[in-house]
């Protein structure tokens, strides 16, 4: 009788030094978040808030192509919507995201490659967002008939003003680094190859602050900046009660016989894609001068 | 015996399909907005509020100069004072803005040509504000002697932040598109000649969406991001106050005499005519080196 | 017996009219802010509060090298942390840039050369900031092992959004003017040579125009816009409790003995010089292609 295989850690934590980690992130081929990414996130967030000398976390991606593609359209929703909360009250895919944000160390999101739906709402939980110049940011989820349930109409209006958040929310297409950096959806737009190195650099010199100091900071930056958590619970019971329902699901029928959730085809542009089949609806005639 | 004329509609609507509609503004040579457009608005926007299927309303001006060039200053004051208040309570004008920007539908401007004072302040009530490269924006009422009245304070400080509100409404000068776009008072500018098509495309993919998401998304925005209710009253009570004082006659007579509210003159360059009316008052020596 | 000698000015008042004046900041070789400082703004607010006719404010420097480098790290700490509280009841540190903040006329900052951590709180704290090309702005406390104190986090976050505020203040790096107007914590960047004369005609402009427009238009525009008093108190508080602790002496004393608070050396390139101290010390191997 042997014990059943251990799921493979898709959060790899290398501990550069006890002030500095870097997290790299890795689940199939585009980096899909499930609920195993959700159970070992909360260990790592709860690993975060016990280190006591941890004064930095880069978090990158092991696929320069897909930074964390999305929430897997395939996982079990009856599972997922059956876990029990964290330690915040909240839903633990909730749970994760606001006690993410709240670490006494400082995260910051190394982002190369695609970075939609769940992934965004990943990096908008970190601290600090730096960005390769071929990464991509967005929220599909309009697009795919669903509310995106993370909290991204809180962490987004706050960040880059409501009409720039109602424009990447409802307009649900890809958002290029040199847009998202235009937008302050992420702080600065690196070289590609360039990032890791700048990203490094930028971690070190914060790991070699003193932690009181840095964690004072940010504890009062969280104070004057963070949505209330109680803005959170709403989006994803909307996101519940709106992913799946039949009236869309020949849009995520079109979207996986096009290569949904695969390298290649649709996963690459995901914008494009959801807005061929909305824009294949009858709209009444298209637009001519005059 | 005839009935009396029934005023000219000013808000076109072009129903494109039932989950798009096109609203395009038309009143005089320059697109005053008055006592009229109050009462025309509160009607479409009670339409908007029950169409079911509507999922994206875009709206454009019948003029390229002129989005709408801003309040008629030539209105009758106590006529608009006495307006019996909208369903929120607030005064209709308020109403009207408040509404707007809570409608289960996407809103869009479409920008080409001036939006100042009362259409800079419509178009912060839509949800998103694309531009052409030749549009301009601004509130010129505190050049004008008075206090905005349709809440820039409150929507302004939250899309671009203190400072730049502070500029923009303590200035009083004109804002160009590009300007515009660099402080996030709109979204982004297109060439005047490619806004009207890209706005389109954009507007097609939303409407293609379900509707059920895009109200459930947009329900969240609206609560993370809109000023509560309470801070527009104040704000209007303060123009009713400040407006049409004896102190401020001469410079709407200035400004009236050089070609304010006609298609050409002062109404072209109004921050500058503004500007130049204040300068001519004694402040002091013109700074040099030293 | 002669009485002693009176303190020198700070501030130096230019009332270049009744509506516009223009106070020159200088303090030593490169404009710390110390004691006197405190005291000698809180008789400059008080005096900006009584008059009636004053409507903008510009703050300049006299060195165009140092708008005001940063709290005096020599000052007698005892002394200071038993300061009289001000009207708000708050230190009269904070007491000082609250009220300025709020004051009914319009506060601009023209900005030459360096504005660090309480420089920064000081521009933080008027309406405007124009700055030169070759401004300078940033938060090093955190990289010298102290919360800032004066209030950036609470100020920043919403002005610049939560991201782009950590990476100012957990990153504690020199932020250059063209940086500093993309992340908006400037509202715009001017030539050096012609900052004076742009900045000198805005506030010309504003100084002809109704004071009570101005007023109740900023009245409104500080009710949305600024964080409320109370976020500011433990800001101070942990400023008194981190800095100059014996954790931290060896950082500052490295600083000391390469220029700081001398017009050449640490001072010039704080950023760089806070981080070579911090990246010296031991966080692991650097990070290398693989």
New interface residues.
């Given amino acids: 009788m042997t014990s059943p295989a251990r799921p493979p850690a898709q959060f790899m934590v290398d501990e550069?030094?006890p002030?500095?980690w870097r997290v790299t992130f890795e689940n199939g081929p585009v980096n899909l978040i499930d609920a195993r990414s959700i159970e070992q996130l909360a260990r790592l967030v709860s690993r975060i808030e016990e280190s006591p000398a941890l004064t930095v976390v880069v978090f990158d991606s092991a696929n320069p192509e897909y930074f964390m593609a999305h929430w897997d359209l395939r996982a079990d929703k009856a599972r997922v919507a059956g876990m029990a909360p964290g330690p915040t009250g909240l839903h633990p895919y909730l749970d994760n995201l606001v006690r993410l944000s709240k670490v006494p160390a400082?995260t910051i999101s190394a982002i190369r490659g695609r970075a939609r739906g769940a992934g965004s709402e990943f990096v908008l939980a970190t601290?600090?967002?730096f960005a390769g110049d071929k990464a991509i940011l967005g929220h599909p989820?309009?697009?795919?008939?669903?509310?995106?349930g993370g909290g991204p109409?809180?962490r987004l209006?706050?960040?880059?003003?409501?009409?720039?958040?109602?424009?990447i929310?409802?307009?649900?297409?890809d958002i290029p680094a040199e847009l998202a950096e235009r937008y302050?959806y992420?702080?600065r737009v690196l070289p590609d190859g360039g990032l890791?190195?700048f990203v490094?650099?930028?971690a070190?010199?914060?790991?070699?602050?003193?932690k009181?100091?840095?964690e004072?900071?940010?504890a009062?930056?969280d104070?004057?900046?963070?949505?209330p958590d109680e803005?959170f619970g709403?989006?994803l019971a909307?996101f519940f009660?709106?992913s799946g329902?039949p009236?869309?699901a020949a849009?995520v029928r079109y979207l996986f016989e096009n290569g949904l959730q695969t390298p290649a085809g649709a996963e690459l542009d995901l914008g494009r894609a959801v807005?061929e089949?909305?824009?294949?609806?009858?709209?009444?005639?298209?637009?001519g001068p005059g």
């Fill in positions: 550069v030094s002030s500095y400082v601290d600090i967002r989820e309009v697009g795919l008939g669903a509310v995106p109409m809180a209006a706050r960040l880059v003003g409501r009409g720039r958040a109602a424009e929310l409802l307009g649900a297409d302050g992420v702080n890791a190195g490094d650099v930028f070190r010199r914060i790991a070699g602050f003193d009181a100091a840095v004072g900071t940010k009062l930056l104070w004057a900046s963070l949505p803005e709403p989006g909307a009660q709106t329902r009236e869309n849009r807005g089949f909305a824009s294949s609806l009858d709209t009444g005639p298209v637009w």
